[in-house]
């Protein structure tokens, strides 16, 4: 399963005195089993972008391509579409509805047409990925979990449809730190079970860091850089001039460097990062 985007743009309001271009020549190829993390300010395109990548909202030119079919393409099959792409809102609770966990994770799966049987299956195993307790929640209310778990439980819901492409937008929003952790923790799980191709948008260099095979770069409704979370957080001066900031632990290793400590930036894990600064700093008092 691949996904590639080709010289996509999109236009709100296009006609009107309104007129913005949302998406300006986007393209970039997804390859399955990569941890994609999508990166930008505020109003830099990210949200835009993924509503695409579930046929939410059709280009005004490109091409989508999701296993072999322009998903931009009119007369394509929405259903098609949601049985390869599953698209996780931010705030997800905000879209629990049935009267039951159960019911709610059921709710995708019963709409593919699968029998009972396997609906029921999907549930369980959904339920379980994302870290909750089948027989502890499947018949309680979603309205009386706590908010991370009506979030847990919203993400199972997507999950059971066992999408090839599974995007969050913002999964962590409005979370405490521990709660932030933890659904991160569930996304990665998630991914090594399913090695589906997995897109998650943040603001949080330091989940980039240590989730992210790959990082899309969005600055003004423009593609500005795809690569490694090593190569692309190389650039902080790039970064930095379109309001993005490295992982604070890269970051002090950079001015470290900048400072004239002779330190590779590269490093991500602290324990690492510590044994590289007492290494140059002992190098620089032999000399």
């Known amino acids: 399963m691949s996904i590639e985007v080709r010289d996509l743009s999109h236009i709100y309001g296009q006609g009107t005195p309104d007129e913005q271009a949302a998406l300006q020549d986007i393209s970039f190829v997804l390859h399955g089993g990569e941890m994609v ?8 395109g990210k949200s835009t972008l993924v509503q695409h990548l579930n046929g939410l909202l059709k280009p005004n030119s490109g091409e989508i391509i999701v296993d072999g ?9 929405m259903l098609d579409i949601r049985r390869h792409v599953g698209l996780v809102f931010q705030y997800p609770e905000y879209q629990l509805f049935e009267e039951t966990v159960a019911k709610d994770v059921a709710f995708g799966p019963k709409n593919l047409g699968l029998d009972a049987e396997e609906v029921d299956h999907r549930v369980r195993e959904a339920l379980t990925l994302v870290g909750l307790d089948y027989e502890a929640v499947k018949d ?8 991370g778990q009506k979030r847990k439980a919203a993400i199972a819901g997507v999950v059971a449809m066992r999408p090839d492409i599974l995007i969050l937008d913002e999964p962590t929003a409005g979370l405490d730190p521990g709660s932030h952790r933890e659904i991160m923790e569930m996304v ?3 991914h090594d079970s399913t090695r ?26 423009r593609l500005l850089t795809v690569g490694s979370p090593t190569e692309v957080f190389s650039h902080r001066t790039q970064l930095s001039a379109v309001g993005l900031d490295v992982p604070p632990l890269m970051d002090l290793l950079g001015d470290l460097k900048e400072g004239g400590l002779p330190v590779r930036t590269e490093i991500f894990d602290l324990d690492e990062a510590a044994d590289e600064i007492c290494g ?6 032999e000399k």
């Open 37 to 44: 993390a999508l990166i930008g300010h505020t109003g830099s």
């Open 196 to 221: 589906n191709i997995t897109i998650f948008v943040t603001h949080d260099m330091n989940d980039v860091a240590a989730l992210a095979d790959k990082v899309l770069v969005m600055s003004r409704g």
């Open 188 to 190: 990665k799980r998630i």
């Open 69 to 77: 079919t322009d998903i931009a393409r009119p007369g394509v099959s």
């Open 280 to 285: 140059a700093l002992k190098k620089q008092k």
């Open 140 to 147: 309680r209310s979603p309205f009386d979990l706590s908010g």
